[in-house]
């Protein structure tokens, strides 16, 4: 329990948070809780079980896709986009996203479906370490190529914009807003509650198992492609969720937020907040994006650079990343405890 | 004694400064924000830095001018960082949390429908730059860009004119290409042009050798041209290598101003034609002085180009209806904006009452060895805005923000 002091307190704080921040920081905060999401899916595959994928913004982009098919469905019988293209009839795959119970679903089985696809044959053969993430790299090429090429159905590079309301609510509604922002923070807290059970499980420490030596595991018997498999499939469609709730915050979903540059961005929340560690996860979205918003705004000529050396630092020095900080200095305090227990026995 | 009057006069003191909190002085004479909202990074940087730039050089102007309404104009700067969505998160960044009364900002389509979105839901006011595909008018954008109207349509009917008669269309997949050249198709069509090929390349691409073979094969009077950005680079260097000519096959562009030839080169597109509603080159009382100001600011390399005079005017426009209105109040700057003109570096503008665009001059150019224009046609007067025009279209703006369907 008392480990878990630091993760409650945070989602106390992200519970409370439509109290004391302004409109405009709680929708940023509403983003960055929503990162955490796919960064928990990231940290699942990467941490725990050590295929890092450097496409999981596909699967965050598809989530959002479905979400913002259905939410431009709403308000327009045609999307304005097909209307530029001279399209007249709404095509026959984007009918059933009209309804939620359809949309929010697939914003999970999609991804899912994409992460098998690609899964199956690669474990199969046994397609590991790097080759594999330079395939998931090329996932992602050809997501965003497809997806600005087909725009009579995607609406391009522009993607799709103007979003207005959800299950009748309208999105310029503040109430509506604070309600999606405690939805998402309800979501991130089960989702983190259900991967802590997952990586606790006799399945987590197979993962772990196959992060740290996968052929002793064969040699035991156990199948790895099917952990892995699984693993993969749940990661993409947590990642789909937390697209599917993005999009209804910031109002637009595009090709640029499935592409490499995103990805990567998502591995390195993960690696800044502390990998194999889902709290660090969760932190490392946050306080990446925090300071990426806060540094943009602040220097908004130059703050690559900052953001740049940020990543450097945290490598060079804290290669465990902002959890490594934490627990080194938890470590330290106890330790100064425990010689002064010591030391207060001695003078009895 | 002395402390007694020393106590006296804080007090008048305290008195007065609390009465002109009280009447609003304090506040008439505090800065007035604006926001500006371009790519500073990220691909679209490029165009976009020196779009900024033409924006701070009339601030700063219009400041040592006295400011508006007696007071500073405060730029607030934003990253859009060539992504939509940061587009779409900065622009309610500069509504929301710093307040400013007027946006300038954007180049792209996508960045454009990225933030019209939070513009029409905060009600608030942006001015936008660049020439566009139209079929848009908010009540919340002022275009001082050209709409079809005012650059592709007279480029066609130039050409058309001048025995261009055999066109080939080559665009980047997006939706300005796309759109411009399904206004250029029914042009053709009742203006008796023949459509010999019609190409997307995906933004970005570099290599044009199959499409330059099969220009070659098609044997067209002319290439009109709606590539935008790197592209430009490869396809007319790839053109020049090929051994193409502007005199065999030249090529009309829509998205190649002064500062794109210069990343371009000038030797790979002398001879090639550009339509445009200002270039660097005019000859203009307001021009010269306008490019020796953004040079003697920004660096003697610097060039000037329609986007970067459409948006510097834009603050000129903007300012003028704040004086105007005689308050920073947005419906107010906006009823004074309808009609108003400003005697641009191009020359007059106006604001048209009715669709929030812009009337004004259009021009030809043909690229010269200096990388700058030659002029070889202008309008003369002023081309009225049409963001619906009626080839492609069935709607008429009657109203800033109102948009209806005319039954033919």
């Given at each position: 329990m008392k480990k878990e002091k630091l993760i409650i307190t945070i989602f106390l704080l992200l519970l409370v948070a439509p109290i004391f921040l302004s409109e405009f920081r709680l929708n940023l905060l509403g983003k960055y809780v929503s990162f955490g999401i796919a960064a928990l899916a990231i940290d699942l595959l990467w941490g725990y079980t050590?295929?890092?994928?450097?496409?999981?913004?596909?699967?965050?982009?598809?989530?959002?896709?479905?979400?913002?098919?259905?939410?431009?469905?709403?308000?327009?019988?045609?999307?304005?986009?097909?209307?530029?293209?001279?399209?007249?009839?709404?095509?026959?795959?984007?009918?059933?996203?009209?309804?939620?119970?359809?949309?929010?679903?697939?914003?999970?089985?999609?991804?899912?479906?994409?992460?098998?696809?690609?899964?199956?044959?690669?474990?199969?053969v046994g397609i590991k370490g790097v080759y594999f993430t330079i395939l998931t790299q090329a996932l992602a090429l050809i997501f965003v190529t497809f997806f600005i090429g087909q725009q009579l159905y995607t609406g391009g590079t522009n993607g799709i914009t103007n979003l207005q309301s959800i299950l009748g609510f309208s999105l310029s509604d503040t109430k509506v807003m604070q309600v999606i922002y405690l939805i998402t923070v309800v979501i991130l807290i089960i989702s983190f509650l259900f991967c802590r059970?997952?990586?606790?499980?006799?399945?987590?420490?197979?993962?772990?198992?196959?992060?740290?030596?996968?052929?002793?595991?064969?040699?035991?018997?156990?199948?790895?492609?099917?952990?892995?498999?699984?693993?993969?499939?749940?990661?993409?469609?947590?990642?789909?969720?937390?697209?599917?709730?993005?999009?209804?915050?910031?109002?637009?979903?595009?090709?640029?937020?499935?592409?490499?540059?995103?990805?990567?961005?998502?591995?390195?929340w993960v690696a800044v907040g502390g990998r194999g560690n889902l709290k660090g996860a969760i932190i490392g979205a946050i306080v990446v994006n925090f300071a990426k918003s806060f540094f943009s705004e602040t220097f908004p000529e130059i703050w690559l650079y900052f953001f740049g050396l940020l990543f450097v630092l945290?490598?060079?020095?804290?290669?465990?990343?902002?959890?490594?900080?934490?627990?080194?200095?938890?470590?330290k305090l106890k330790i100064i405890k425990k010689n002064r227990i010591i030391h207060a026995k001695a003078d009895c | 004694m002395k402390k007694k009057i020393l106590s006296l006069m804080f007090l008048v003191v305290f008195a007065v400064s609390f009465v002109s909190i009280q009447s609003g002085f304090a506040k008439d004479k505090e800065p007035i924000k604006v926001g500006i909202l371009h790519s500073l990074s990220g691909t679209m940087s490029i165009s976009e830095v020196s779009v900024k730039d033409g924006e701070l050089l009339a601030i700063e102007e219009i400041n040592a001018n006295g400011g508006v309404l007696g007071r500073k104009i405060v730029p607030v700067i934003e990253d859009g960082a060539?992504?939509?969505?940061?587009?779409?998160?900065?622009?309610?960044?500069?509504?929301?949390?710093?307040?400013?009364?007027?946006?300038?900002?954007?180049?792209?389509?996508?960045?454009?429908?990225?933030?019209?979105?939070?513009?029409?839901?905060?009600?608030?006011?942006?001015?936008?730059?660049?020439?566009?595909?139209?079929?848009?008018?908010?009540?919340?954008?002022i275009y001082t860009g050209a709409t079809a109207n005012q650059q592709i349509m007279p480029g066609v009917e130039w050409l058309l004119k001048n025995g261009y008669k055999k066109m080939y269309l080559l665009g980047s997949d997006y939706v300005f290409p796309r759109t411009a050249n399904l206004i250029v198709k029914a042009q053709l069509k009742a203006e008796g042009g023949i459509l010999v090929g019609e190409e997307y390349t995906p933004l970005g691409h570099t290599e044009y050798s199959t499409i330059i073979n099969k220009i070659k094969a098609a044997k067209p009077d002319v290439v009109f041209s709606s590539l935008n950005g790197d592209s430009n680079v490869a396809f007319f260097k790839q053109l020049?290598?090929?051994?193409?000519?502007?005199?065999?096959?030249?090529?009309?562009?829509?998205?190649?101003?002064?500062?794109?030839?210069?990343?371009?080169?000038?030797?790979?597109?002398?001879?090639?034609?550009?339509?445009?509603?200002?270039?660097?080159?005019?000859?203009?009382?307001?021009?010269?002085p306008f490019v020796?100001?953004?040079?003697?600011?920004?660096?003697?390399?610097?060039?000037?180009?329609?986007?970067?005079?459409?948006?510097?005017?834009?603050?000129?426009?903007?300012?003028?209806?704040?004086?105007?209105?005689?308050?920073?109040?947005?419906?107010?700057?906006?009823?004074?904006?309808?009609?108003?003109?400003?005697?641009?570096?191009?020359?007059?503008?106006?604001?048209?009452?009715?669709?929030?665009?812009?009337w004004k001059v259009v021009q030809v150019g043909k690229v010269n060895a200096e990388g700058q224009f030659d002029i070889l046609y202008t309008s003369d007067k002023w081309v009225k805005p049409d963001p619906y025009p009626p080839l492609v279209s069935n709607k008429v703006v009657i109203e800033p923000g109102k948009v209806v369907e005319i039954k033919k």
């Open positions: 050590g295929i890092l994928s450097l496409g999981h913004a596909v699967f965050f982009g598809l989530g959002g896709y479905c979400m913002g098919a259905y939410i431009k469905l709403q308000t327009e019988t045609l999307p304005d986009f097909m209307m530029w293209c001279g399209m007249t009839e709404l095509p026959w795959f984007w009918k059933p996203f009209q309804y939620f119970w359809f949309a929010l679903p697939m914003a999970i089985i999609l991804p899912i479906f994409i992460s098998l696809l690609i899964g199956i044959p690669t474990f199969r059970f997952l990586v606790k499980s006799n399945l987590g420490r197979t993962l772990i198992a196959i992060r740290d030596s996968e052929n002793r595991l064969k040699f035991l018997g156990y199948n790895p492609m099917t952990y892995k498999l699984f693993v993969f499939a749940v990661s993409a469609g947590l990642a789909g969720l937390a697209g599917a709730l993005f999009v209804p915050q910031v109002g637009i979903i595009s090709p640029s937020l499935m592409g490499i540059l995103p990805s990567v961005e998502m591995a390195i945290v490598v060079l020095l804290f290669p465990k990343g902002i959890m490594g900080i934490i627990n080194n200095m938890v470590n | 060539s992504d939509w969505p940061t587009f779409a998160e900065k622009a309610k960044k500069l509504i929301l949390k710093d307040k400013v009364d007027v946006v300038f900002g954007c180049w792209t389509s996508a960045s454009r429908k990225a933030v019209l979105p939070v513009f029409e839901k905060y009600d608030h006011l942006l001015f936008y730059p660049v020439q566009y595909e139209g079929l848009e008018a908010s009540k919340n954008i020049r290598a090929a051994g193409i000519t502007a005199e065999q096959i030249p090529t009309m562009s829509v998205s190649i101003a002064e500062d794109e030839i210069r990343g371009i080169g000038a030797e790979n597109l002398i001879g090639h034609f550009a339509v445009w509603n200002y270039f660097m080159s005019m000859d203009t009382p307001n021009n010269k020796k100001r953004y040079k003697k600011r920004f660096g003697q390399d610097r060039v000037t180009d329609d986007p970067i005079e459409a948006n510097y005017f834009g603050v000129y426009l903007w300012a003028k209806a704040v004086e105007q209105a005689g308050t920073t109040e947005l419906d107010a700057v906006r009823e004074s904006l309808k009609g108003l003109t400003f005697d641009a570096p191009e020359g007059l503008v106006m604001i048209d009452p009715t669709n929030n665009h812009t």
